[in-house]
């Protein structure tokens, strides 16, 4: 059974400092992995979805990569910012066609990014 | 200009009580999905349809019984209220459930008293 484990559970750093997310998977057999960021009583927003071909994707300031041999993947922000501050979840997709959808997610990395 | 609306955003309601809570997604998408996030953060999935056939199913109580209407909608009917139902929904879409992006609605909370 696919476990998803996000280390830490909460971070707090200054602005400007770099952020690093851990995720890892205990089953590598994924099909693609996403990252989202969810905002204190809002929704996710999707940041980046890596397909298991892929070793990283990059958006802005964002780059997450993936190593489906170690199952681990990493999300890093640069020159964080206050509005960087949420919570960010990293979910798999798992790779069988009966399991289509069916995201398995971590439980998140609360982020405060202090002015 | 919302891709994923829910509606309501929070929904209070006794023990016993039916309830539903409905989404819609206009995004154009073939998929939609339930998913519940409990009190610790965890979010689990519940239902998922593709052109409005049931294709996931988790382990839910049958008290709990999606219903999509069209390709654009998936609502989340609620018989026999419970506490233990209490929590945040979410509703999401993708172009298909290969694996694609998922897009989230901005969940409804609720509360069983």
């Known amino acids: 059974k696919q476990e998803v484990t996000q280390i830490p559970a909460a971070l707090s750093v200054p602005e400007g400092e770099n952020l690093v997310l851990n995720c890892s998977f205990t089953?590598?057999?994924?099909?693609?992995l996403q990252w989202f960021r969810q905002d204190p009583g809002k929704g996710l927003t999707s940041l980046l979805l890596?397909?298991?071909?892929?070793r990283e994707q990059t958006s802005g300031r964002l780059n997450a990569s993936l190593d489906k041999s170690s199952g681990r993947s990493t999300l890093y922000i640069a020159a964080s910012q206050p509005g960087d501050s949420a919570t960010y979840l990293c979910?798999?997709?798992?790779?069988?066609?009966?399991?289509?959808?069916?995201?398995?997610f971590g439980a998140g990395t609360q982020v405060v990014v202090t002015p | 200009d919302t891709a994923v609306s829910q509606t309501p955003k929070y929904l209070v309601t006794q023990m016993g009580n039916d309830k539903s809570i409905k989404c819609e997604q206009n995004?154009?998408?073939?998929?939609m999905y339930w998913y519940k996030q409990d009190s610790k953060k965890f979010l689990k999935i519940m239902f998922s349809?593709?052109?409005?056939?049931?294709?996931i199913n988790e382990t839910v109580p049958n008290r709990f019984s999606p219903k999509s209407p069209d390709k654009a909608h998936l609502n989340l009917h609620i018989n026999s209220l419970e506490l233990g139902d209490s929590a945040v929904y979410f509703c999401?879409?993708?172009?298909?459930?290969?694996?694609?992006?998922?897009?989230f609605g901005p969940g409804t909370r609720l509360t069983v008293l």
């Open positions: 999401a879409s993708s172009q298909d459930p290969n694996g694609d992006t998922q897009y």
């Open positions: 089953d590598s057999a994924i099909y693609n």
């Open positions: 890596i397909q298991s071909s892929q």
């Open positions: 979910a798999v997709y798992p790779p069988s066609t009966d399991s289509w959808g069916k995201l398995q």
């Open positions: 995004l154009g998408h073939d998929t």
């Open positions: 349809y593709n052109n409005k056939e049931l294709i």
